[in-house]
C-alpha cells in the first residue's frame, strides 16, 4: 500500500528527444506527487509537482501526466538536453497528517549530445 | 537562498564508533527527515522530526537515532557504526502542509564509508 515503483531503472536519450519515465503508486489516499532531480554530487531539489484535480502539468519542457484511475503518474522532458542528464526521483504523500513522502526507486537519465 | 547544511561531504569512520552527523536548515521549517541513498533502492527514510524533541521512525530506523533539541538542527547518530551503514545520508526540511509550499529541501549529503 506504501510503495511507488518507478521505471525504468535507466534511461538513454538522443538530444532533442522525448525522455518519459513511470511512477506507479498503491495507495488512493496520496494526493500530492512530485519529482525530484538529483544532479551528481548534490541533493535531489523539486523540480514539478502536481495534485490529482488535474490531470496534466506543464513547466517548461517538464510535463506530468497523471492517470488517477490507474493510480499512475510519468515525467516527461520534451527536447532533452544533455544538461539533463541527472537521476530523476516521483514521489507520492498525503497533505494530511504526517507530512512525509514514499519514493519511488529513481531513474539514472543520460541524454546524448 | 534557503539552505539545508550537513555538516561534512565525506566521512570515513571505523567499525564500532559511534558517528554523528548533523544538518541545520536556515528556513525556520518544523519537519527535518534524514534519508539514506543506496543504488537501486532510491531515498529510504530513517527517522523524521515534525517539532523539537519530537522524531518518528522512518522506514529503516534499525542502528540509528535522532536529536532535535533546536528547531534548526537535526542529528543523525550511528550508535555502533557497521560496514553496512556505507551510504549516501541526505537530509532534507519542509515547512507543514497548510502553509502552501509543500517541498522538501534537501542538503547536499553526506557520503559515509564504514571500514
Known amino acids: 500500500q506504501q510503495q511507488v515503483k518507478q521505471s525504468p531503472q535507466s534511461l538513454i536519450v538522443q538530444k532533442g528527444g522525448i525522455s518519459i519515465i513511470n511512477c506507479a503508486y498503491e495507495?488512493?489516499?496520496?494526493?500530492?506527487f512530485p519529482w525530484y532531480q538529483q544532479f551528481p554530487g548534490k541533493g535531489p531539489a523539486l523540480l514539478i509537482a502536481?495534485?490529482?484535480?488535474?490531470s496534466e502539468k506543464k513547466e517548461g519542457r517538464f510535463t506530468i501526466s497523471f492517470n488517477k484511475s490507474a493510480k499512475q503518474f510519468s515525467l516527461h522532458i520534451m527536447d532533452s538536453q544533455p544538461g539533463d542528464s541527472a537521476t530523476y526521483f516521483c514521489?507520492?504523500?498525503?497533505?494530511?497528517?504526517?507530512?512525509?513522502?514514499?519514493f519511488g526507486t529513481g531513474t539514472r537519465l543520460k541524454v546524448l549530445a | 537562498d534557503v539552505k539545508v547544511t550537513q555538516s561534512s561531504r565525506y566521512l570515513v569512520k571505523r567499525t564500532g564508533e559511534k558517528v554523528f552527523l548533523e544538518c541545520v536548515q536556515d528556513?525556520?521549517?518544523?519537519?527535518m527527515f534524514w534519508y539514506r541513498q543506496d543504488p537501486g533502492l532510491g531515498l529510504r527514510l530513517i527517522y523524521f522530526?515534525?517539532?523539537?524533541?519530537m522524531k518518528e521512525k522512518g522506514d529503516i530506523p534499525e542502528g540509528y537515532s535522532v536529536s532535535r533539541e533546536k528547531k534548526e538542527r537535526f542529528s543523525l547518530i550511528l550508535e555502533s557504526a557497521s560496514t553496512n551503514q556505507t551510504s549516501m545520508y541526505l537530509c532534507?526540511?519542509?515547512?507543514?502542509w497548510g502553509q502552501g509550499v509543500y517541498g522538501y529541501t534537501f542538503g547536499s549529503g553526506t557520503r559515509l564509508t564504514v571500514v
Open positions: 502536481i495534485r490529482p484535480d488535474v
Open positions: 514521489a507520492a504523500s498525503k497533505t494530511s497528517g504526517t507530512y512525509k513522502y514514499i
Open positions: 528556513m525556520d521549517h518544523e519537519n
Open positions: 532534507a526540511s519542509s515547512t507543514s
Open positions: 495507495n488512493t489516499a496520496f494526493d500530492y
Open positions: 522530526s515534525y517539532d523539537v524533541k
